[in-house]
């Protein structure tokens, strides 16, 4: 889970520092550098690409690719770790949508750990100077989708391979990404292209080995670890990108992983 969220740190300041190019350009070569990774699985394994739940496997797709594309909209306006912390309300628009669509039931006591993350987002909003409000609607936006990401899974459920999932993913993203980019291309310079490919390397990787720890049969005690992503984007943006954080901004945030990780551990 630590490799993970190093991954995945560096995913986020590869997009910060690349967020001059578009948004449709990012989602692209995000996708293309994972696809390589998918692709060569199913045909190594020999598992059919197409799946079994086509419509449902497009729609988790398109839900995924809005979801990446507005947030690397959002780190234009904000700083990276704001970005990623916010994100990460993902979870409690999951839960609230599931009740709507899988007929979930809610109990009390999660409603009050999202009050509580909710909170922690009025306090990031309410205390640092740095949070632009169209930056913030973008990021929430994002965390929308991302939670219906999260029931299109739980829908497609084990009637498709877990690559399958993600194989369509990218492929989806390549074409939005690249209809988009024509319309925005900005030809990258020297080590600009490594950088953009880098970006699909670290985000499969940082998804292989968050799959692993979550099959590694100790969950609970590995879960909380998962949002020290945003500790690492924090610290490492104060020094890369001179990110500077209030206090109660960085109460906010906690108050944020907290509530997120109690729900967690709750359910289970």
């Known amino acids: ?22 948004g449709g350009q990012l989602v692209l070569f995000r996708a293309f550098g994972s696809l390589l990774f998918t692709m060569s699985f199913l045909l190594w394994h020999k598992i059919p690409m197409l799946g079994n739940q086509k419509k449902l496997l497009l729609y988790r ?7 990446m594309g507005l947030f690397f909209a959002s780190v234009q306006y904000l700083p990276i770790g704001s970005a990623v912390s916010l994100r990460y309300l993902s979870p409690v628009f999951a839960t609230i949508l599931a009740v709507f669509f899988l007929r979930e039931r809610v109990k009390l006591i999660q409603w009050f750990f999202f009050l509580m993350a909710f909170v922690g987002v009025l306090l990031i909003k309410g205390f640092d100077p740095n949070i632009n409000s169209f930056g913030l609607l973008l990021v929430l936006s ?12 739980n829908k497609i459920g084990a009637k498709d391979h877990p690559v399958v999932i993600v194989n369509y993913f990218m492929w989806v993203s390549v074409v939005v990404g690249g209809f988009l980019s024509v319309f925005d291309w900005i030809t990258p310079v020297g080590v600009e292209w490594l950088y953009l490919f880098s ?24 879960v909380s670890l998962k949002y020290i992503e945003v500790v ?37």
């Open 199 to 222: 970006l699909g390397v670290f985000g499969y990787f940082g998804q292989l080995f968050m799959t692993k720890a979550f099959q590694s049969q100790v969950t609970n005690k590995i």
């Open 142 to 153: 994002s965390a929308i989708f991302s939670g219906m990401v999260y029931v299109l899974i």
């Open 1 to 22: 889970m630590l490799i993970s969220a190093v991954c995945f740190t560096v995913m986020n300041l590869l997009i910060k520092y690349l967020s001059h190019f578009g």
């Open 232 to 268: 690492f984007t924090m610290i490492a943006g104060s020094f890369w990108f001179a990110d500077v954080y209030p206090f109660l901004s960085i109460i906010g945030v906690l108050l944020v992983i907290i509530g997120l990780v109690l729900n967690v551990f709750y359910k289970r």
């Open 61 to 67: 797709g398109l839900a995924g690719v809005t979801s």
